[in-house]
C-alpha cells in the first residue's frame, strides 16, 4: 500500500478514537452534576475510555481504537444537603466522581490530538497533489 494513502488511514483512526474521547468527555462534563432522583441512590459515575492498536491485515499498519468503555471506580463525594430529593436520612447526598479539572484537560489534549492527526490527513493530501502535478507536467 502506498504509503500516503497508509498515513491518512493511520491518521484517520486517531480522528475517529478522539472524536469518542471527546464525547465521552462532554457526557461526563454535562453530568457534573447529576445526583441520583431518590435518597442515597447513587449519582452519575464517571465514564473512561481506553484504546488500543491493532493490526490491520490488508496495509500491515498499526490502526488506533476504543479497546473500552467503562466507569471510574473512584468514590463519589458526599455533601451535607437535607433539603435535596436524593439526601439520604442523614442529609448526606452522593455527588459524581466527576472532576472538572481532569475533564477540561482531557478535553484539551484530546483536541490537540485531533487537531494533529487532522493535519496529518491535509499534509498527505497536499503530498498526494503536488505528485500527481509533477506527473502531469512530466507528460
Same mark, same amino acid.
Given at each position: 500500500?502506498?504509503?500516503?494513502?497508509?498515513?491518512?488511514?493511520?491518521?484517520?483512526?486517531?480522528?475517529?478514537?478522539?472524536?469518542?474521547?471527546?464525547?465521552?468527555?462532554?457526557?461526563?462534563?454535562?453530568?457534573?452534576?447529576?445526583?441520583?432522583?431518590?435518597?442515597?441512590?447513587?449519582?452519575?459515575?464517571?465514564?473512561?475510555?481506553?484504546?488500543?492498536?491493532?493490526?490491520?491485515? $490488508?496495509?500491515?499498519?498499526?490502526? !488506533? #481504537?476504543?479497546?473500552? &468503555?467503562? =466507569?471510574?471506580?473512584?468514590?463519589?463525594?458526599?455533601?451535607? /444537603?437535607?433539603?435535596?430529593?436524593?439526601?439520604?436520612?442523614?442529609?448526606?447526598?452522593?455527588?459524581?466522581?466527576?472532576?472538572?479539572?481532569?475533564?477540561?484537560?482531557?478535553?484539551?489534549? $484530546?483536541?490537540?490530538?485531533?487537531? !494533529? #492527526?487532522?493535519?496529518? &490527513?491535509? =499534509?498527505?493530501?497536499?503530498?498526494?497533489?503536488?505528485?500527481? /502535478?509533477?506527473?502531469?507536467?512530466?507528460?
Amino acid at each position: 500500500m502506498d504509503p500516503l494513502i497508509l498515513s491518512s488511514r493511520i491518521a484517520s483512526s486517531g480522528l475517529k478514537v478522539q472524536e469518542s474521547r471527546l464525547r465521552i468527555v462532554s457526557q461526563n462534563l454535562a453530568n457534573a452534576q447529576s445526583t441520583g432522583e431518590t435518597p442515597g441512590a447513587d449519582p452519575y459515575r464517571r465514564k473512561t475510555i481506553s484504546f488500543s492498536w491493532e493490526l490491520d491485515q $490488508a496495509s500491515g499498519a498499526a490502526m !488506533a #481504537n476504543v479497546s473500552r &468503555i467503562g =466507569q471510574d471506580p473512584v468514590d463519589f463525594d458526599v455533601e451535607f /444537603d437535607p433539603s435535596h430529593p436524593a439526601a439520604d436520612d442523614k442529609g448526606m447526598v452522593k455527588m459524581p466522581n466527576v472532576n472538572m479539572l481532569i475533564e477540561l484537560a482531557d478535553m484539551r489534549e $484530546a483536541n490537540r490530538s485531533y487537531e !494533529a #492527526n487532522l493535519q496529518t &490527513i491535509k =499534509q498527505t493530501r497536499e503530498l498526494l497533489s503536488l505528485t500527481l /502535478d509533477l506527473l502531469r507536467a512530466s507528460q
